[in-house]
């Protein structure tokens, strides 16, 4: 191998590990320097604000992915979550949060015990769920007309509230992404995670618990997409039911373009984060170039992923050379 | 006391027998060598004893006790290990993390202790001469220290029995030196090893005993060392040394005289890796030279080099005189090199098309102008194929999945062929086909040499080779060791070559 050739490749593993990093400073920077709006503390904390509730659900997103599946219900997860737990919360404060994760997880378990047992595509099995999903909250939405208000103080005090000027709802994603972080790379079901993307027959051969593991990271995306809805209708205080949609193929970009290999058995929550900044505080540059439709938003973030997806496709040749 | 024994164990696939009625017993501390040819019922028999195959018939006992495993892993929980001829360990995750998958150390706090776990692998890999930063993904390191991997992986899991599928495949000498220290050590702590290998050299270096089958039959166990070598490689394939029939079975009709002397293929030095060493030899139009060897002596890998699908790390390749570099598979065919792949299934037909359609696809590149073939053409090529090769079916818009195994096989030959090759590669041509059918493809392959076409064969079936070849270049651990001419193409003379001590 040339020293070209290896340096190549430290290049190659360092952008996947880093990548989003990088390009999430890189964007910041120009934008502190050309945006001076973008400089005040209050749009700091916007960006963190709107990006709470995509931050859960790519965080479910990237195990699901580790594990060399997809879980396509989680936008519908998101609405329900919000609308249940707005439904819910006129029977206190336990309840707004209890109810969305108990349904959610529900779903989620499903979507995993579905795949794990009939080995059917996760694609399929999510699928089904968006759309199971999405028909269960028009139901108890009265086809989307009933609009459920917040009743619980305390409950819409987890949405509105700050605590050392940061939104309470921040604090809480922070917890839970640690959490995360340490669950994934520190405990035995977050190896099992991984190994099960890198080889499931091998992972089974050698005493993983396969299928106790694949459901695992449904139920995870499942409670996680809720918990998403559930913190976003404490913030609106009230359950809306025409957002989220598309809201699960935002979050698999976040993943990807955040380093994690769509194939599976590789992917860090840390690249997540920055994959989930990186398409935040694009949409907030394009919001403060005031003439720009925020549609460009996407035309962007679809560029990046184009990006981010020709660059892991290069590695991965890379690595088999 | 035996520590793991089947009894009378039979395993039915459909339309395959392939454990019938195998006994098999594995004291602790022995190496006991596993042997037989492909189809032998080896791995099916492996599979039985670590829970992947549930018997038809038959009991198996672990320790003295019925035990019946419902999975791998509950034979691996009871300590039975088995490192697979493909490394099956997680090549992006880090060498450690493989090691201690499902069974890492962990702090007070239950979360995973990386500091305990990387220096508890750096010592025990050490024991297997792998010294390297286990932190690395598995995947960035060489085959021979991930197979040193999944065995330390093995053997950690307090294993009593572990089962070795060819380990020795894809090592270099000095990794196999330093297999055998491991197997000698595990020897000594009374660990039962089955060892299935097809170098005799290994076999009769570290086996203690043998079990022989040979068509999901146990044909022979006992000690190895009582067992000379030419017997053993005549009880895996079915010969008796004294009593070899020399007609009857084939219907090859032998010699056919080269019409000139210039080959039409010629190998020289072809070496590739650890698998092959220094390959020469040439074929003539009209002659069927047969490779023989055990399976894994480098016959597949020989002639898949040639047709440029195994990399080649030295030698050269002629065909008709015309030196074909860096050979690829495009190049291979472009140059008149027709191979029949040794897995029909897997690598040549394709069973969801027609037989029209199978044979059309080799010819389209070339009967087409401007990307476009005219119907009538392949018409009149498929027609001649079938009738020339007197393939049975319905029409050539049959599905060729639903053709006879030996009809598959000339629809193959039939694709082959209309590529106008010089040199026709075999592999196991009528492996997988009845008796009949096998007649007739033994007596095509034969028509085709004598219209001038170079062939290439290679067949466990050692009658087959004996009688289908005029010439026989007998192959050992990726080397040529022999090549029988005239009279000197008999079963005995190559089961002596193949047997034959040392290099």
Same mark, same amino acid.
């Given at each position: 191998?040339?020293?070209?050739?290896?340096a190549?490749?430290r290049a190659?593993?360092?952008?996947q590990r880093q990548?989003a990093?990088?390009?999430l400073?890189?964007?910041?920077?120009?934008?502190l320097?050309?945006?001076p709006?973008f400089?005040s503390p209050d749009?700091?904390?916007t960006?963190?604000v709107?990006?709470?509730p995509?931050m859960l659900?790519?965080?479910?997103?990237?195990f699901v992915i580790?594990?060399?599946?997809i879980?396509?219900?989680v936008?519908?997860?998101?609405?329900?979550g919000?609308?249940l737990?707005?439904?819910?919360?006129?029977y206190?404060?336990?309840?707004?949060?209890?109810v969305?994760?108990?349904?959610?997880?529900a779903?989620?378990l499903l979507?995993?015990?579905?795949?794990?047992?009939?080995?059917?595509?996760?694609f399929?099995v999510?699928?089904a769920a968006l759309?199971g999903?999405?028909g269960?909250?028009?139901?108890?939405?009265?086809?989307?007309s009933t609009?459920y208000i917040?009743?619980n103080?305390a409950?819409?005090?987890?949405?509105?509230?700050?605590l050392?000027?940061?939104?309470?709802?921040v604090?809480l994603?922070a917890?839970i992404v640690?959490l995360?972080?340490?669950?994934?790379?520190?405990?035995r079901f977050g190896?099992a995670v991984y190994?099960?993307g890198g080889?499931?027959?091998?992972?089974?051969l050698m005493g993983?618990a396969?299928r106790r593991?694949?459901i695992g990271v449904?139920?995870?995306?499942?409670?996680l997409?809720g918990l998403a809805g559930?913190i976003n209708a404490?913030k609106l205080?009230?359950g809306?039911?025409?957002?989220?949609a598309?809201m699960?193929?935002?979050?698999?970009a976040?993943?990807?373009?955040?380093g994690t290999?769509?194939?599976?058995?590789a992917?860090t929550i840390?690249?997540t984060v920055?994959g989930?900044l990186l398409l935040g505080?694009i949409q907030?540059?394009i919001n403060q170039?005031?003439d720009?439709?925020?549609?460009?938003?996407?035309v962007?973030?679809?560029a990046f992923?184009a990006?981010?997806?020709?660059?892991q496709?290069?590695?991965?040749?890379?690595?088999?050379? | 006391?035996?520590?793991?024994e089947v009894?009378?164990?039979?395993?039915v696939?459909p339309g395959?027998r392939?454990?019938d009625?195998?006994?098999?017993a594995l004291?602790?501390g022995?190496v006991h060598?596993l042997?037989?040819?492909n189809?032998?019922?080896k791995s099916t028999?492996i599979k039985?004893?670590?829970g992947?195959?549930?018997?038809d018939?038959?009991?198996? @006992?672990?320790?003295?006790e019925?035990v019946?495993?419902?999975?791998?892993m509950?034979a691996q @929980?009871a300590?039975?290990?088995?490192?697979?001829q493909?490394v099956?360990l997680?090549?992006?995750m880090s060498?450690a993390?493989?090691?201690?998958?499902g069974r890492?150390?962990r702090?007070?706090l239950g979360?995973?202790?990386r500091? @305990?776990?990387d220096r508890e692998?750096?010592d025990i890999?050490?024991?297997?001469?792998?010294?390297?930063?286990?932190?690395a993904?598995l995947?960035?390191l060489?085959?021979?220290?991930q197979?040193?991997?999944?065995?330390?992986?093995?053997?950690?899991?307090?294993?009593?029995v572990?089962?070795?599928?060819?380990?020795t495949?894809?090592?270099?000498p000095?990794e196999v030196?330093?297999?055998f220290g491991?197997?000698q050590?595990?020897?000594?702590r009374?660990i039962?090893i089955?060892y299935?290998?097809h170098?005799?050299d290994?076999l009769y270096?570290?086996c203690d005993?043998v079990t022989?089958? @040979?068509d999901?039959?146990?044909v022979h166990?006992g000690?190895l060392?009582?067992?000379?070598?030419?017997r053993l490689?005549?009880?895996?394939?079915?010969?008796?040394v004294?009593?070899?029939?020399r007609?009857?079975?084939?219907?090859?009709?032998g010699?056919h005289?080269?019409?000139d002397?210039?080959?039409?293929?010629?190998?020289?030095g072809l070496?590739?890796r650890n698998r +092959?060493h220094?390959?020469?030899?040439g074929?003539?139009?009209g002659?069927v030279?047969?490779?023989g060897g055990?399976?894994g002596?480098?016959?597949?890998?020989?002639?898949?080099?040639?047709?440029g699908a195994?990399?080649v790390?030295?030698g050269?390749?002629?065909v008709?005189?015309a030196?074909l570099?860096?050979p690829t598979?495009?190049?291979?065919?472009a140059?008149?090199i027709a191979?029949q792949?040794e897995?029909?299934?897997?690598?040549?037909?394709?069973p969801g098309?027609?037989?029209r359609e199978n044979?059309?696809?080799?010819?389209?590149p070339?009967?087409s102008?401007?990307?476009?073939v005219s119907?009538?053409?392949?018409?009149?090529?498929?027609d001649?194929?079938?009738k020339?090769?007197?393939?049975?079916?319905?029409?050539?818009?049959?599905r060729?999945g639903?053709l006879?195994?030996g009809?598959q096989?000339?629809?193959? +030959?039939?694709?082959?062929?209309a590529?106008?090759?010089?040199?026709?590669l075999?592999d196991?041509?009528?492996?997988?086909?009845?008796?009949?059918?096998?007649?007739?493809?033994?007596?095509?392959?034969?028509?085709?040499?004598?219209?001038?076409l170079?062939v290439v064969?290679v067949s466990?079936?050692?009658?087959? +080779?004996?009688?289908?070849?005029g010439?026989?270049?007998v192959?050992r651990?990726?080397a040529?060791?022999?090549?029988l001419t005239?009279?000197?193409?008999t079963t005995?003379?190559l089961?002596a070559?193949?047997?034959?001590a040392?290099?």
């Amino acid at each position: 191998m040339t020293v070209l050739a290896v340096a190549q490749r430290r290049a190659g593993h360092a952008f996947q590990r880093q990548g989003a990093l990088a390009v999430l400073a890189v964007v910041v920077l120009i934008a502190l320097a050309a945006f001076p709006n973008f400089r005040s503390p209050d749009n700091a904390a916007t960006i963190l604000v709107a990006a709470a509730p995509p931050m859960l659900i790519a965080l479910g997103m990237t195990f699901v992915i580790i594990t060399g599946g997809i879980d396509l219900s989680v936008g519908s997860l998101y609405v329900l979550g919000g609308v249940l737990a707005s439904w819910a919360s006129q029977y206190g404060f336990v309840a707004a949060i209890a109810v969305p994760l108990a349904v959610c997880g529900a779903i989620g378990l499903l979507n995993g015990a579905l795949i794990a047992y009939t080995g059917m595509a996760p694609f399929i099995v999510t699928l089904a769920a968006l759309l199971g999903a999405r028909g269960l909250m028009r139901a108890v939405s009265d086809e989307g007309s009933t609009t459920y208000i917040v009743q619980n103080d305390a409950f819409h005090t987890l949405g509105t509230g700050s605590l050392l000027g940061i939104g309470n709802q921040v604090w809480l994603v922070a917890i839970i992404v640690l959490l995360g972080m340490v669950v994934l790379s520190r405990t035995r079901f977050g190896n099992a995670v991984y190994a099960v993307g890198g080889s499931e027959d091998a992972a089974a051969l050698m005493g993983v618990a396969v299928r106790r593991t694949r459901i695992g990271v449904y139920v995870l995306s499942g409670l996680l997409a809720g918990l998403a809805g559930t913190i976003n209708a404490a913030k609106l205080g009230s359950g809306v039911t025409v957002l989220g949609a598309g809201m699960e193929l935002d979050a698999i970009a976040a993943v990807v373009i955040g380093g994690t290999l769509l194939t599976g058995g590789a992917g860090t929550i840390a690249g997540t984060v920055a994959g989930v900044l990186l398409l935040g505080v694009i949409q907030n540059l394009i919001n403060q170039v005031g003439d720009l439709n925020s549609n460009w938003q996407q035309v962007i973030s679809g560029a990046f992923l184009a990006l981010v997806v020709v660059a892991q496709t290069y590695l991965v040749r890379l690595r088999r050379t | 006391m035996t520590l793991l024994e089947v009894a009378g164990v039979s395993k039915v696939f459909p339309g395959v027998r392939a454990l019938d009625d195998v006994s098999f017993a594995l004291r602790p501390g022995e190496v006991h060598a596993l042997v037989g040819e492909n189809g032998a019922g080896k791995s099916t028999l492996i599979k039985v004893l670590t829970g992947v195959y549930r018997p038809d018939a038959g009991e198996l @006992r672990y320790q003295g006790e019925p035990v019946s495993f419902a999975t791998p892993m509950d034979a691996q @929980r009871a300590g039975i290990s088995t490192i697979y001829q493909e490394v099956n360990l997680i090549p992006l995750m880090s060498v450690a993390q493989n090691l201690f998958l499902g069974r890492e150390p962990r702090t007070t706090l239950g979360l995973v202790d990386r500091a @305990r776990m990387d220096r508890e692998a750096r010592d025990i890999l050490a024991g297997y001469g792998v010294t390297t930063d286990v932190r690395a993904r598995l995947g960035s390191l060489p085959l021979g220290a991930q197979q040193m991997v999944a065995l330390a992986c093995a053997v950690m899991i307090d294993a009593k029995v572990v089962v070795m599928d060819e380990p020795t495949s894809s090592l270099e000498p000095r990794e196999v030196e330093t297999l055998f220290g491991v197997i000698q050590d595990l020897h000594e702590r009374g660990i039962g090893i089955i060892y299935v290998s097809h170098r005799m050299d290994e076999l009769y270096r570290i086996c203690d005993t043998v079990t022989i089958l @040979r068509d999901g039959k146990l044909v022979h166990t006992g000690r190895l060392a009582d067992l000379e070598r030419v017997r053993l490689v005549a009880l895996m394939l079915g010969r008796e040394v004294s009593d070899v029939r020399r007609e009857g079975f084939t219907v090859f009709s032998g010699d056919h005289a080269a019409a000139d002397d210039t080959p039409v293929l010629r190998v020289s030095g072809l070496s590739s890796r650890n698998r +092959l060493h220094d390959i020469s030899f040439g074929v003539r139009p009209g002659e069927v030279v047969g490779l023989g060897g055990l399976l894994g002596a480098g016959r597949s890998e020989t002639i898949k080099a040639i047709a440029g699908a195994y990399p080649v790390d030295r030698g050269e390749i002629e065909v008709d005189g015309a030196p074909l570099r860096h050979p690829t598979t495009v190049k291979a065919v472009a140059a008149g090199i027709a191979v029949q792949p040794e897995d029909r299934k897997a690598e040549g037909i394709i069973p969801g098309l027609s037989i029209r359609e199978n044979i059309a696809l080799s010819i389209l590149p070339r009967m087409s102008t401007f990307g476009l073939v005219s119907d009538a053409k392949i018409d009149e090529v498929v027609d001649r194929f079938m009738k020339r090769l007197r393939i049975k079916a319905a029409g050539p818009h049959q599905r060729v999945g639903d053709l006879s195994g030996g009809n598959q096989q000339k629809v193959l +030959l039939a694709r082959l062929l209309a590529t106008g090759p010089k040199v026709l590669l075999l592999d196991e041509p009528t492996r997988g086909i009845d008796v009949g059918a096998k007649a007739e493809v033994q007596a095509l392959i034969d028509e085709l040499a004598a219209e001038g076409l170079g062939v290439v064969l290679v067949s466990s079936d050692a009658e087959e +080779l004996v009688e289908g070849s005029g010439r026989v270049v007998v192959l050992r651990d990726g080397a040529v060791v022999g090549v029988l001419t005239g009279d000197d193409v008999t079963t005995e003379s190559l089961l002596a070559t193949i047997a034959e001590a040392g290099a």
